[in-house]
T-cell receptor, first 115, second 109 residues
Framework: GAVVSQHPSWVICKSGTSVKIECRSLDFQATTMFWYRQFPKQSLMLMATSNEGSKATYEQGVEKDKFLINHASLTLSTLTVTSAHPEDSSFYIC???????????FGPGTRLLVL | DAKTTQPTSMDCAEGRAANLPCNHSTISGNEYVYWYRQIHSQGPQYIIHGLKNNETNEMASLIITEDRKSSTLILPHATLRDTAVYYCIVTGANSKLTFGKGITLSVRP
């Protein structure tokens, strides 16, 4: 159990376009989902925490108007990178935790390349 | 969240046990010790976690000292597929995870 999926697994887009990444918990209800970003040869950095039905909480330095997070159901959260620029190119990873779980489970990640 | 300290890297021979240490001297009473690993270009994989007692699952064992200030992750029979960056993280249950640099484990044939 505890499977988390992400879609797409990789995406290439032009500068200025918006990209939506989906994170789904497949076999449990995720009341909390987290979004991370990882640049090459660096560790994961938490971007935001989203709770089902409420607004996301963003970490310091993360632009909430640029990285839109929606957690509309107990199995789905989406991250939209608006007006993407080359510096947004990164590996985006989500994790999900549930009310009966003490830990989080991670998705496989989405690699974004902005040209 | 309590800070953790891990060696930068270690290696071990395939088939032997890999013992990965972690110091967390400022851990508070309600914080868990979590271990994740990340194989290159993949999302982190949950390994094991514990509060006070030692824990064992199909992947590994977690030994927590009585004062909870340090712990050791044990991979009983390391394989080449266990080569990865291993992260020791201390935090509350279902709370955000703060990833440090982790320890790079290299398993040699």
């Amino acid at each position: 159990g505890a499977v988390v999926s992400q879609h797409p697994s990789w995406v290439i887009c032009k500068s200025g376009t918006s990209v939506k990444i989906e994170c789904r918990s497949l076999d449990f209800q995720a009341t909390t989902m987290f979004w991370y970003r990882q640049f090459p040869k660096q560790s994961l950095m938490l971007m935001a925490t989203s709770n089902e039905g409420s607004k996301a909480t963003y970490e310091q330095g993360v632009e909430k108007d640029k990285f839109l997070i929606n957690h509309a159901s107990l199995t789905l959260s989406t991250l939209t990178v608006t007006s993407a620029h080359p510096e947004d190119s990164s590996f985006y990873i989500c994790s999900a935790g549930g009310p009966y779980k003490e830990t989080q489970y991670f998705g496989p990640g989405t690699r974004l390349l902005v040209l | 969240d309590a800070k953790t300290t891990q060696p930068t890297s270690m290696d071990c021979a395939e088939g032997r046990a890999a013992n990965l240490p972690c110091n967390h001297s400022t851990i508070s009473g309600n914080e868990y010790v979590y271990w994740y690993r990340q194989i290159h270009s993949q999302g982190p994989q949950y390994i094991i976690h514990g509060l006070k007692n030692n824990e064992t699952n199909e992947m590994a064992s977690l030994i927590i000292t009585e004062d909870r200030k340090s712990s050791t992750l044990i991979l009983p029979h390391a394989t080449l597929r266990d080569t990865a960056v291993y992260y020791c993280i201390v935090t509350g249950a279902n709370s955000k995870l703060t990833f440090g640099k982790g320890i790079t484990l290299s398993v040699r044939p």
